[in-house]
């Protein structure tokens, strides 16, 4: 039994799913939802059995080739034992290895991208902590830029409308769902699963009231998506089962139904957007020949004509809402259903206006249609980075596979860097990357891979030195997003597992080393950093005359409340009103149809108009079906993939894939069957589950069930757990954007007949 001065007590703290109040008794964590949370996320359940778990990194270790031989490539990341060794004397290694490398070939040799998710709290934030480590430390790093969520989504929108984050975070709300809005049309749907979850957290989860009642009031909901359940029952929605990847073709077929039909808002056309002209002419055919009619549509999309036709004048008819989920634009050409929206909306004319318009990504996840707050939350100050280089976040594999070559991006001609050491910390690109088996051998390509994990992710078996960093429950911390009012303090409830140290007490430990601690902690310790990062906010809510309370005040009541902004339809509406007065950050200040500047970039996938584009990846005769790896309801991406709740949605500790009785009859699959999913970049075993509310066609796979390669079963090796990246494709989305390509394939699927190989992802690796 850990010991701990907080054990018993109920302590608050927060995850970007949810706030809640934690105890520990030594062995388990008890957890109470945060009684203003209207629908508290069951992913708390993921708690109760974690901070003890086997998954969970016990000390420090190094693997044993990188011990003995020395840094440098090698095929053996994943398969090596470990070695633990004492604190002061791994930390001493890491200290001589970045040095090396940064003498040797500089910081530019050094990739710190690190992406990931990590954990809510502010301070404790380890993509902060890392960033600021490599500024001081280096003088930089290899950065990413734009995310997994949103990669094309972020490059296409400042050409076209605006900033994602400045336009769609601040537009329309849930409040006006609830009671402006007659049909809401809704590309993907707004899984209840999804909106869940916000970075940093969100205190109350409004979303399955305000669907439930918009309905109650008349509101209609027409879900175009392969997922009946991309929506939920309480919005009686109509179910469009979708062709994967060909909802570009059905907005065309409603924009040409409009055009035809003379239900265009060509007022709003002239005065707020610029190109329309250049769109009609695709539209109608003058282009290339080919009218995008309802029929045309319909045959590419499978929807029939007349549903496209009648949908086309309801829209026109009704106050409005068009979503797109983020999970369109995870795919070949996704710039194209985020950027077709965009002309459908501006077309009906309707966008600023109550409950109307486009709303982008509302329903991915808990941060949209909300009223940001009105000062600024606490974060983290990450230092200068010195370092030219970036990458688009998921060219990580090619940037390692092809240093010094060139690469598009967003009208720039790019040069992949030679990077030698790549470090991690908070995040698992062995959960989001795309073509895992290509990622393995981009990392076998570099002298040394760090990583910092609080559990024996895939990352942190291939790595060659890895850290054990304390769990949240483990530390003080701040709680905040900009979207929600509340803030929380975050209180320690259990002490740190075995060996485990906090981000920022490595950090701290590695910078004495390396000269530069007063640089890097700012002369405070962790209890110094959160009074200091309060105050910023402390400060904002005095300046505006809010109750502005102390640091110890705060802390002893757990949370503040900061004011929201008003629910205002933010720059979309008061550019609606005044485009001369309030113009959208694009070149033209207009919304922007046809785009002279991606047009001058002269990129085929990417022209410049939204344009039908079909992925150059079909399914043929040996991988017939389409995969959808989509967010899991039952955790955040992998983190905590081994805890209960996780774990109760496994089937004979499997990933469920779930597929329409129809293809699992064709192919003599009964639920509950171990499949075998697979396509010529890999394959993964699953849990068949046969549901209705699949398409015909598709499977189903979430992401985040943990990589479990059985070695002796290839190349490729088998993941016998169902990490759907064996199978999808390392692309970028465009010359644009490059992008993600993770949410869509197409593999094929059949019994797996063989004895069922054990699963290892959760048992700590050889000499761990
Ligand atoms: N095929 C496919 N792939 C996808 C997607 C998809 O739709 N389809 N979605 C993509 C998307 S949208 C995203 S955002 C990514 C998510 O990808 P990630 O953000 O990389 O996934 P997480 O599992 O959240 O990884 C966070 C890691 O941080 C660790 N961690 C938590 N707290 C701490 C801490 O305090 N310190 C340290 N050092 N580590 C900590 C956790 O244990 C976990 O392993 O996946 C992407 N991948
Ligand atoms: N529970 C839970 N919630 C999460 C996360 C999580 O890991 N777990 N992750 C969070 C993060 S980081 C993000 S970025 C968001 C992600 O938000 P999204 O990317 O929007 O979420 P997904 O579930 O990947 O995709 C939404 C749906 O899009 C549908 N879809 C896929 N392809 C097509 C298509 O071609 N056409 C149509 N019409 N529909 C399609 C799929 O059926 C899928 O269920 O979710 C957030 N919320
Ligand atoms: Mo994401």
């Not at 090619?398 to 009208?411: K, Q």
């Not at 920022?504 to 640089?519: D, H, K, N, Q, Y």
Request: net charge neutral; hydrophobic share 40%.
């Amino acid at each position: 039994m850990d010991k701990h001065p907080a054990d018993g007590l109920l302590l608050p703290h927060s995850a970007h799913w949810g706030a809640f109040r934690a105890s520990w008794d030594g062995s388990r964590v008890t957890v109470i939802p945060h009684p203003a949370d209207p629908a508290p996320s069951p992913i708390l359940g993921n708690f109760a059995d974690s901070l003890r778990h086997r998954a969970r990194i016990a000390c420090p270790v190094v693997r044993r080739g990188w011990l003995e031989q020395g840094p440098g490539p090698t095929d053996r990341r994943g398969e090596d034992e470990f070695v633990a060794l004492p604190w002061n004397e791994v930390l001493d290694r890491l200290a001589a290895e970045l040095q090396r490398v940064k003498a040797a070939h500089g910081a530019e040799a050094v990739f710190g991208g690190s992406y990931g998710w990590s954990s809510a709290g502010r301070f404790h934030h380890a993509q902060s902590q890392i960033h600021r480590f490599l500024n001081v430390a280096l003088g930089g790093y290899v950065r990413s830029v734009n995310s997994y969520n949103a990669g094309a989504s972020q490059v296409i929108l400042p050409h076209v409308m605006g900033s994602l984050e400045e336009l769609f975070r601040r537009n329309v709300t849930w409040e006006q769902v609830q009671r402006d809005t007659e049909l809401l049309l809704c590309f993907g749907g707004m899984p209840l699963r999804n909106s869940m979850i916000a970075s940093g957290g969100v205190t109350r989860h409004v979303e399955p009231g305000a669907i439930a009642r918009a309905r109650a009031r008349g509101a209609r909901f027409v879900l175009v998506s392969p997922l009946r359940d991309d929506l939920p029952p309480e919005a009686g929605a109509e179910w469009w089962p979708i062709a994967i990847g060909t909802d570009v073709a059905l907005m065309l077929g409603l924009c040409h139904t409009l055009v035809t039909e003379g239900l265009h808002d060509g007022v709003f056309l002239e005065t707020h957007t610029t190109g329309y002209p250049d769109f009609e002419r695709y539209l109608l055919g003058q282009e290339d020949g080919q009218p995008k009619h309802a029929g045309w549509a319909a045959a590419i999309c499978g929807i029939g004509a007349d549903r496209i036709t009648a949908l086309a004048r309801e829209l026109a008819a009704k106050r409005s809402l068009i979503t797109v989920a983020h999970g369109l634009q995870r795919a070949q050409h996704g710039e194209q259903p985020v950027w077709a929206a965009a002309a459908l909306a501006a077309m009906l004319g309707q966008i600023g206006l109550l409950g109307g318009g486009y709303s982008y990504a509302m329903g991915a996840m808990g941060h949209y249609g909300r009223r940001p707050n009105a000062v600024p939350i606490p974060t983290m100050p990450q230092g200068r980075n010195g370092v030219r280089f970036f990458i688009p976040v998921a060219r990580i594999a090619d940037m390692l596979l092809n240093p010094g070559a060139l690469f598009d991006y967003n009208g720039e001609r790019l040069t992949y860097p030679d990077i030698r050491l790549v470090y991690w910390a908070g995040g698992n690109p062995f959960h989001h990357h795309q073509d895992l088996n290509r990622l393995r051998q981009a990392f076998s390509r570099i002298d040394t891979l760090v990583v910092h994990e609080t559990s024996w992710t895939a990352t942190a078996r291939h790595a060659d030195i890895v850290l054990p960093s304390t769990m949240t429950l483990e530390r003080d911390d701040i709680g905040a997003a900009g979207t929600d009012p509340l803030i929380h303090a975050m209180r320690a409830i259990a002490p740190p597992f075995a060996e485990a140290r906090d981000d920022f007490a490595i950090f701290t430990a590695l910078s004495a080393r390396m000269g530069v601690e007063e640089a890097f902690t700012a002369g405070r310790n962790a209890a110094a950093w959160l009074r200091h990062l309060y105050e910023a906010t402390r400060e904002a809510l005095a300046t505006k005359g809010h109750e502005a309370p102390s640091f110890e005040a705060f802390w002893e009541r757990g949370e503040i409340t900061l004011p929201s902004t008003p629910d205002d339809g933010g720059p979309l509406r008061a550019f609606r009103r005044d485009p001369t007065a309030h113009p959208l950050p694009t070149p033209s200040g207009w919304i922007e149809i046809f785009s002279e500047r991606i047009a001058g970039f002269g990129y085929a996938d990417c022209p410049g108009h939204p344009a039908w584009l079909p992925s150059t990846e079909q399914p043929d005769a040996r991988h017939p079906l389409r995969i959808i790896a989509n967010q899991p309801a039952t955790r955040l991406h992998s983190q905590l993939d081994f805890a209960a709740y996780s774990q109760s949605s496994k089937r004979r500790g499997r990933e469920p894939a779930r597929m329409n009785p129809a293809d699992a009859a064709a192919r003599g699959i009964f639920d509950g069957d171990i499949i075998r999913l697979f396509n010529d970049r890999g394959s993964c075993l699953a849990a068949a589950t046969l549901s209705e509310d699949v398409a015909r066609g598709v499977v189903q796979i979430a992401t985040g069930a943990w990589y479990d390669p059985l070695p002796d079963n290839g190349p490729p090796p088998l993941c016998v757990h169902g990490n759907p990246n064996v199978l999808t494709r390392d692309i970028g989305t465009s010359r644009l954007a490059q992008g993600s390509c993770g949410q869509t394939t197409v593999a094929q699927a059949e019994r797996y007949e063989a004895p069922l190989p054990p699963l290892r992802a959760y048992d700590p690796p050889r000499g761990a």
